[in-house]
Protein backbone atom coordinates (compact mmCIF):
# COMPACT_ATOMS: atom_id res chain seq x y z
CA UNK A 1 0.00 0.00 0.00
CA UNK A 2 1.56 3.51 -1.01
CA UNK A 3 0.52 6.34 0.72
CA UNK A 4 1.17 9.76 -0.83
CA UNK A 5 2.46 12.67 1.49
CA UNK A 6 0.30 15.95 0.49
CA UNK A 7 2.02 18.83 -0.61
CA UNK A 8 3.10 20.88 2.08
CA UNK A 9 2.00 18.52 5.21
CA UNK A 10 5.69 18.47 6.16
CA UNK A 11 6.28 21.91 6.30
CA UNK A 12 2.59 22.49 7.95
CA UNK A 13 3.10 19.65 10.77
CA UNK A 14 7.25 20.80 11.13
CA UNK A 15 6.03 24.30 12.39
CA UNK A 16 3.59 23.28 14.47
CA UNK A 17 5.86 20.77 16.24
CA UNK A 18 8.37 23.53 16.56
CA UNK A 19 5.88 26.14 18.16
CA UNK A 20 4.61 23.25 21.01
CA UNK A 21 8.48 22.29 21.97
CA UNK A 22 8.75 26.17 22.50
CA UNK A 23 5.78 26.89 24.50
CA UNK A 24 5.18 23.12 26.14
CA UNK A 25 1.39 24.03 26.41
CA UNK A 26 -0.68 22.12 29.09
CA UNK A 27 -3.99 21.91 26.89
CA UNK A 28 -2.16 20.70 23.46
CA UNK A 29 -5.64 20.24 21.90
CA UNK A 30 -6.58 23.89 22.71
CA UNK A 31 -3.14 24.54 21.59
CA UNK A 32 -3.68 23.27 18.32
CA UNK A 33 -7.08 25.02 17.99
CA UNK A 34 -5.37 28.27 18.49
CA UNK A 35 -2.47 27.71 16.24
CA UNK A 36 -4.19 26.49 13.03
CA UNK A 37 -7.31 28.89 13.52
CA UNK A 38 -4.43 32.15 13.34
CA UNK A 39 -2.34 30.54 10.51
CA UNK A 40 -5.58 30.54 8.20
CA UNK A 41 -6.43 34.16 9.30
CA UNK A 42 -2.95 34.86 8.62
CA UNK A 43 -3.52 32.62 4.92
CA UNK A 44 -6.50 35.12 4.55
CA UNK A 45 -4.50 38.17 5.18
CA UNK A 46 -1.82 37.35 3.03
CA UNK A 47 -4.25 36.43 0.32
CA UNK A 48 -6.11 39.84 0.72
CA UNK A 49 -3.04 41.95 0.51
CA UNK A 50 0.32 39.93 -0.13
CA UNK A 51 3.79 38.89 1.36
CA UNK A 52 5.02 37.32 3.72
CA UNK A 53 3.16 35.19 6.49
CA UNK A 54 4.32 36.16 10.27
CA UNK A 55 1.84 34.75 12.89
CA UNK A 56 2.47 36.42 16.53
CA UNK A 57 1.69 33.85 19.16
CA UNK A 58 1.76 35.09 22.60
CA UNK A 59 4.05 37.58 21.81
CA UNK A 60 6.81 36.03 19.67
CA UNK A 61 6.62 35.72 16.28
CA UNK A 62 6.14 32.48 14.64
CA UNK A 63 7.29 32.07 11.17
CA UNK A 64 5.25 30.06 8.59
CA UNK A 65 6.43 28.56 5.51
CA UNK A 66 6.48 30.65 2.28
CA UNK A 67 6.63 28.64 -0.36
CA UNK A 68 10.71 27.97 -0.80
CA UNK A 69 11.43 31.77 -1.38
CA UNK A 70 14.07 33.32 0.42
CA UNK A 71 13.28 36.59 2.26
CA UNK A 72 15.22 39.63 1.44
CA UNK A 73 17.40 40.90 4.93
CA UNK A 74 14.67 42.08 7.34
CA UNK A 75 17.23 43.33 9.75
CA UNK A 76 16.05 42.18 13.38
CA UNK A 77 12.27 41.85 13.09
CA UNK A 78 12.58 38.41 13.22
CA UNK A 79 15.93 37.11 14.77
CA UNK A 80 13.79 35.53 17.41
CA UNK A 81 12.71 32.70 14.56
CA UNK A 82 15.65 32.06 12.78
CA UNK A 83 16.28 28.76 13.82
CA UNK A 84 20.28 27.74 14.12
CA UNK A 85 20.83 23.91 14.99
CA UNK A 86 23.94 23.46 17.32
CA UNK A 87 27.23 21.38 16.12
CA UNK A 88 26.36 17.88 17.47
CA UNK A 89 29.18 15.46 18.41
CA UNK A 90 28.71 12.25 19.30
CA UNK A 91 28.08 12.27 23.09
CA UNK A 92 27.29 15.83 23.52
CA UNK A 93 22.84 15.71 23.37
CA UNK A 94 20.91 17.99 20.95
CA UNK A 95 19.21 20.69 23.00
CA UNK A 96 17.03 21.51 19.97
CA UNK A 97 14.52 19.74 18.29
CA UNK A 98 13.91 20.50 14.54
CA UNK A 99 11.54 17.74 12.84
CA UNK A 100 13.47 17.08 9.47
CA UNK A 101 11.83 16.17 6.75
CA UNK A 102 12.92 12.63 5.30
CA UNK A 103 10.64 10.69 3.35
CA UNK A 104 12.60 7.20 2.48
CA UNK A 105 10.73 6.71 -0.34
CA UNK A 106 11.88 9.30 -1.90
CA UNK A 107 15.20 9.63 -0.82
CA UNK A 108 16.87 7.20 -3.43
CA UNK A 109 20.08 9.08 -3.93
CA UNK A 110 22.65 8.16 -1.07
CA UNK A 111 24.27 11.54 -0.80
CA UNK A 112 25.30 12.15 2.67
CA UNK A 113 28.67 11.70 3.72
CA UNK A 114 29.25 8.31 5.09
CA UNK A 115 30.61 8.08 9.06
CA UNK A 116 33.71 5.88 9.89
CA UNK A 117 35.11 4.85 13.28
CA UNK A 118 38.12 3.29 12.87
CA UNK A 119 38.48 -0.24 14.76
CA UNK A 120 40.58 -2.64 15.93
CA UNK A 121 40.31 -6.42 15.00
CA UNK A 122 39.56 -6.82 18.67
CA UNK A 123 37.09 -4.22 18.44
CA UNK A 124 35.18 -5.14 15.42
CA UNK A 125 34.81 -8.60 16.75
CA UNK A 126 33.18 -7.17 19.98
CA UNK A 127 30.96 -4.92 18.12
CA UNK A 128 29.57 -7.72 16.06
CA UNK A 129 29.14 -10.42 18.51
CA UNK A 130 26.94 -7.50 20.27
CA UNK A 131 25.15 -6.84 17.15
CA UNK A 132 24.54 -10.43 16.15
CA UNK A 133 20.98 -10.46 17.75
CA UNK A 134 19.75 -7.39 17.00
CA UNK A 135 16.49 -7.13 15.55
CA UNK A 136 16.88 -3.87 13.74
CA UNK A 137 19.53 -4.76 11.58
CA UNK A 138 18.21 -8.20 11.06
CA UNK A 139 17.02 -7.11 7.73
CA UNK A 140 20.11 -5.38 6.44
CA UNK A 141 21.81 -6.84 3.85
CA UNK A 142 25.80 -6.99 4.05
CA UNK A 143 26.50 -4.04 2.02
CA UNK A 144 24.16 -2.12 4.72
CA UNK A 145 25.23 -3.47 7.97
CA UNK A 146 28.66 -3.18 7.11
CA UNK A 147 28.10 0.28 7.02
CA UNK A 148 26.16 0.53 10.34
CA UNK A 149 28.99 -1.24 11.58
CA UNK A 150 31.64 1.23 10.41
CA UNK A 151 29.69 4.18 11.67
CA UNK A 152 29.41 2.99 15.54
CA UNK A 153 31.73 4.06 18.00
CA UNK A 154 32.25 2.26 21.47
CA UNK A 155 31.08 4.43 24.78
CA UNK A 156 32.37 3.34 28.05
CA UNK A 157 29.83 4.06 31.02
CA UNK A 158 30.12 3.98 35.05
CA UNK A 159 27.51 3.57 37.76
CA UNK A 160 24.36 6.26 37.99
CA UNK A 161 25.55 7.72 34.56
CA UNK A 162 22.31 8.59 32.45
CA UNK A 163 22.73 7.30 28.75
CA UNK A 164 19.55 9.01 28.01
CA UNK A 165 17.20 11.37 29.61
CA UNK A 166 13.90 11.32 29.34
CA UNK A 167 12.54 14.27 26.85
CA UNK A 168 15.64 15.17 25.33
CA UNK A 169 16.19 15.03 21.39
CA UNK A 170 17.22 12.26 20.18
CA UNK A 171 20.97 11.72 19.19
CA UNK A 172 21.73 8.06 18.89
CA UNK A 173 20.62 4.82 19.66
CA UNK A 174 22.31 2.11 21.72
CA UNK A 175 23.48 -1.40 21.75
CA UNK A 176 24.59 -3.09 24.98
CA UNK A 177 27.45 -5.10 24.70
CA UNK A 178 27.77 -5.31 28.88
CA UNK A 179 26.55 -3.85 32.02
CA UNK A 180 23.15 -3.07 33.72
CA UNK A 181 21.08 -0.23 32.78
CA UNK A 182 17.84 0.71 34.57
CA UNK A 183 14.75 2.17 32.37
CA UNK A 184 13.08 4.82 34.24
CA UNK A 185 9.69 6.49 33.39
CA UNK A 186 8.68 10.09 34.87
CA UNK A 187 5.05 10.59 35.07
CA UNK A 188 3.29 12.88 37.32
CA UNK A 189 6.23 14.16 39.09
CA UNK A 190 7.37 10.79 40.03
CA UNK A 191 10.30 8.35 38.58
CA UNK A 192 9.25 4.47 38.41
CA UNK A 193 11.79 1.81 37.10
CA UNK A 194 9.69 -0.06 34.31
CA UNK A 195 12.81 -2.14 32.78
CA UNK A 196 16.23 -3.05 32.88
CA UNK A 197 18.16 -4.09 30.42
CA UNK A 198 21.38 -7.07 31.16
CA UNK A 199 23.72 -7.23 29.24
CA UNK A 200 22.47 -7.25 26.15
CA UNK A 201 20.04 -5.59 24.07
CA UNK A 202 19.53 -2.16 22.28
CA UNK A 203 17.39 1.04 22.62
CA UNK A 204 16.46 4.63 21.66
CA UNK A 205 15.56 3.75 18.30
CA UNK A 206 11.82 5.34 18.87
CA UNK A 207 13.17 8.80 19.27
CA UNK A 208 15.30 8.59 16.02
CA UNK A 209 12.38 6.67 13.86
CA UNK A 210 9.70 9.06 14.94
CA UNK A 211 11.63 12.02 15.54
CA UNK A 212 10.43 12.51 19.11
CA UNK A 213 11.26 13.32 22.39
CA UNK A 214 12.99 10.91 24.28
CA UNK A 215 10.30 8.66 26.04
CA UNK A 216 12.72 7.10 29.08
CA UNK A 217 15.92 7.76 31.20
CA UNK A 218 18.42 4.79 30.75
CA UNK A 219 20.33 4.47 33.71
CA UNK A 220 23.32 2.01 34.06
CA UNK A 221 23.66 0.91 37.46
CA UNK A 222 27.25 -0.99 36.66
CA UNK A 223 30.13 -0.21 34.96
CA UNK A 224 29.68 -0.63 31.22
CA UNK A 225 30.19 -0.74 27.38
CA UNK A 226 27.70 0.40 25.25
CA UNK A 227 28.27 0.74 20.69
CA UNK A 228 26.10 4.14 19.43
CA UNK A 229 25.12 4.54 15.92
CA UNK A 230 24.55 8.29 15.47
CA UNK A 231 21.17 9.79 14.25
CA UNK A 232 22.05 10.17 10.47
CA UNK A 233 23.61 7.25 9.65
CA UNK A 234 20.59 5.67 11.69
CA UNK A 235 18.33 7.46 9.59
CA UNK A 236 19.71 6.86 6.40
CA UNK A 237 20.07 2.93 6.62
CA UNK A 238 17.61 1.89 9.32
CA UNK A 239 14.56 3.67 8.33
CA UNK A 240 15.02 3.20 4.50
CA UNK A 241 15.18 -0.19 5.45
CA UNK A 242 12.38 -0.23 7.36
CA UNK A 243 10.29 1.89 5.20
CA UNK A 244 10.48 -1.22 2.86
CA UNK A 245 9.90 -3.96 5.40
CA UNK A 246 6.60 -1.45 6.12
CA UNK A 247 5.49 -1.94 3.07
CA UNK A 248 5.83 -5.76 3.02
CA UNK A 249 4.59 -6.80 6.56
CA UNK A 250 1.88 -3.78 7.27
CA UNK A 251 -1.17 -5.63 5.57
CA UNK A 252 0.01 -9.00 7.27
CA UNK A 253 0.17 -7.27 10.85
CA UNK A 254 -3.22 -5.48 10.06
CA UNK A 255 -4.71 -8.96 9.68
CA UNK A 256 -2.93 -10.48 13.02
CA UNK A 257 -6.40 -10.60 15.55
CA UNK A 258 -4.36 -9.88 18.76
CA UNK A 259 -3.47 -6.64 17.08
CA UNK A 260 -6.83 -5.72 16.11
CA UNK A 261 -7.06 -3.91 19.34
CA UNK A 262 -4.08 -1.34 18.40
CA UNK A 263 -4.33 1.76 16.75
CA UNK A 264 -2.81 1.93 13.18
CA UNK A 265 0.23 4.25 14.59
CA UNK A 266 1.01 1.52 17.14
CA UNK A 267 0.94 -1.46 14.86
CA UNK A 268 3.26 0.90 12.40
CA UNK A 269 5.90 0.75 15.63
CA UNK A 270 5.75 -3.19 15.97
CA UNK A 271 6.24 -3.41 11.95
CA UNK A 272 9.57 -0.78 12.58
CA UNK A 273 10.87 -3.53 15.10
CA UNK A 274 10.03 -7.46 14.39
CA UNK A 275 12.50 -9.56 12.38
CA UNK A 276 11.80 -12.36 10.42
CA UNK A 277 13.80 -15.48 11.11
CA UNK A 278 12.66 -19.02 8.83
CA UNK A 279 13.05 -22.30 10.81
CA UNK A 280 12.86 -25.71 8.72
CA UNK A 281 11.13 -28.87 9.69
CA UNK A 282 11.55 -30.11 12.53
CA UNK A 283 13.27 -27.25 13.67
CA UNK A 284 12.87 -26.13 18.05
CA UNK A 285 12.18 -22.49 17.83
CA UNK A 286 11.81 -22.55 21.74
CA UNK A 287 12.37 -24.69 24.23
CA UNK A 288 10.20 -25.67 27.33
CA UNK A 289 12.91 -24.68 30.17
CA UNK A 290 14.80 -21.73 28.70
CA UNK A 291 14.84 -17.92 29.81
CA UNK A 292 12.03 -16.06 27.27
CA UNK A 293 13.85 -13.63 25.25
CA UNK A 294 11.27 -13.05 22.09
CA UNK A 295 7.63 -13.16 21.15
CA UNK A 296 6.37 -14.89 17.86
CA UNK A 297 3.79 -14.55 15.10
CA UNK A 298 3.67 -16.84 12.74
CA UNK A 299 3.43 -15.64 8.96
CA UNK A 300 3.54 -18.95 7.09
CA UNK A 301 3.41 -22.60 7.88
CA UNK A 302 2.97 -24.77 11.00
CA UNK A 303 4.33 -24.59 14.74
CA UNK A 304 3.26 -27.18 16.80
CA UNK A 305 3.66 -26.73 20.40
CA UNK A 306 4.71 -29.94 22.55
CA UNK A 307 5.20 -30.30 26.67
CA UNK A 308 6.46 -32.53 28.82
CA UNK A 309 4.04 -33.22 31.87
CA UNK A 310 5.53 -33.09 35.45
CA UNK A 311 2.25 -34.96 36.37
CA UNK A 312 3.27 -37.97 34.11
CA UNK A 313 4.38 -41.00 35.21
CA UNK A 314 8.01 -41.35 35.37
CA UNK A 315 8.30 -43.82 32.37
CA UNK A 316 6.43 -41.08 30.39
CA UNK A 317 8.35 -38.15 31.90
CA UNK A 318 10.78 -37.48 29.09
CA UNK A 319 8.19 -37.82 26.36
CA UNK A 320 6.54 -34.49 24.81
CA UNK A 321 3.50 -34.29 24.02
CA UNK A 322 1.66 -32.29 21.72
CA UNK A 323 -0.56 -29.55 22.91
CA UNK A 324 -1.39 -27.01 19.97
CA UNK A 325 -0.54 -26.19 16.59
CA UNK A 326 -0.52 -22.30 15.92
CA UNK A 327 -0.71 -20.91 11.98
CA UNK A 328 -0.63 -18.35 10.27
CA UNK A 329 -1.31 -15.50 12.11
CA UNK A 330 -0.95 -16.63 15.63
CA UNK A 331 1.43 -15.77 18.08
CA UNK A 332 3.17 -18.24 20.96
CA UNK A 333 6.37 -17.65 23.15
CA UNK A 334 4.15 -14.65 25.12
CA UNK A 335 3.58 -16.36 28.48
CA UNK A 336 6.71 -16.67 29.77
CA UNK A 337 6.78 -12.91 29.07
CA UNK A 338 3.74 -11.92 30.83
CA UNK A 339 4.08 -14.65 33.57
CA UNK A 340 7.99 -13.83 33.64
CA UNK A 341 8.35 -17.35 34.10
CA UNK A 342 10.84 -20.14 32.11
CA UNK A 343 9.48 -21.46 28.51
CA UNK A 344 6.13 -23.61 30.24
CA UNK A 345 6.97 -25.47 26.03
CA UNK A 346 9.00 -26.16 23.30
CA UNK A 347 7.70 -24.91 19.90
CA UNK A 348 9.14 -27.17 16.53
CA UNK A 349 8.82 -26.32 12.90
CA UNK A 350 6.19 -28.55 10.87
CA UNK A 351 7.26 -28.36 7.36
CA UNK A 352 9.25 -24.35 6.43
CA UNK A 353 7.97 -21.77 9.00
CA UNK A 354 8.33 -17.73 8.89
CA UNK A 355 8.15 -16.64 11.89
CA UNK A 356 8.43 -12.77 13.05
CA UNK A 357 9.88 -12.27 15.89
CA UNK A 358 9.79 -9.35 18.22
CA UNK A 359 12.85 -9.23 21.73
CA UNK A 360 10.71 -8.86 24.91
CA UNK A 361 12.08 -5.10 25.54
CA UNK A 362 10.01 -4.11 22.25
CA UNK A 363 7.43 -6.58 23.90
CA UNK A 364 6.81 -5.09 26.87
CA UNK A 365 6.97 -1.55 25.25
CA UNK A 366 4.53 -1.99 22.72
CA UNK A 367 2.38 -4.42 23.20
CA UNK A 368 0.47 -3.02 27.06
CA UNK A 369 -2.30 -2.94 25.36
CA UNK A 370 -2.73 -6.49 24.26
CA UNK A 371 -1.87 -7.65 27.47
CA UNK A 372 -5.29 -8.50 28.97
CA UNK A 373 -6.43 -10.53 25.73
CA UNK A 374 -2.71 -12.55 26.55
CA UNK A 375 -3.81 -13.12 29.76
CA UNK A 376 -7.57 -14.53 29.27
CA UNK A 377 -5.59 -16.72 26.97
CA UNK A 378 -3.59 -18.15 30.04
CA UNK A 379 -6.97 -19.27 31.53
CA UNK A 380 -7.21 -20.95 28.24
CA UNK A 381 -3.89 -22.85 28.44
CA UNK A 382 -4.82 -23.71 31.66
CA UNK A 383 -7.90 -25.47 30.85
CA UNK A 384 -6.50 -27.47 28.40
CA UNK A 385 -3.71 -28.74 30.88
CA UNK A 386 -6.02 -29.77 33.36
CA UNK A 387 -8.10 -31.36 30.73
CA UNK A 388 -5.14 -33.28 29.15
CA UNK A 389 -3.15 -33.89 32.49
CA UNK A 390 -5.56 -33.47 35.30
CA UNK A 391 -3.41 -30.63 36.74
CA UNK A 392 -2.07 -27.11 35.42
CA UNK A 393 0.70 -27.01 37.37
CA UNK A 394 3.25 -27.11 34.52
CA UNK A 395 2.38 -23.20 34.25
CA UNK A 396 2.50 -22.09 37.49
CA UNK A 397 5.95 -24.30 38.22
CA UNK A 398 6.90 -24.31 34.12
CA UNK A 399 10.59 -25.94 33.44
CA UNK A 400 11.92 -29.16 32.50
Known sequence: MSIEIPPGLTELLQGYTVEVLRHRPPDLLGFAADYFARLRDARDQEAAGGGRRVVSFDGEPMQTESNGEEEPDRGDEDSDSDFEPPVVNRYNRRVSVCAEAFNPD?????????????????????????????????????????????????????????????????????VIERGLY???????????????????????????????PRAATIVATTEGALWGLDRVTFRRIILKNNAKKRKTYELFIESVPLLKSLEASERMKIVDVIGEKVYQDGERIISQGDKADCFYIVESGEVKILIKSKTMTSKEANQEVEIARCHRGQYFGELALVTNKPRAASAYAVGEVKCLVMDVQAFERLLGPCMDIMKRNITHYEEQLVAMFGSSMDLLDPGN
Not at 132 to 143: A, C, G, P, S
Open 106 to 174: EEEEDTEQRVVHPKTDEQRCRLQEACKDILLFKNLDQEQLSQVLDAMFERKVKPQEHVIDQGDDGDNFY
Open 182 to 212: DIVVAKDNQSRCVGRYDNHGSFGELALMYNT
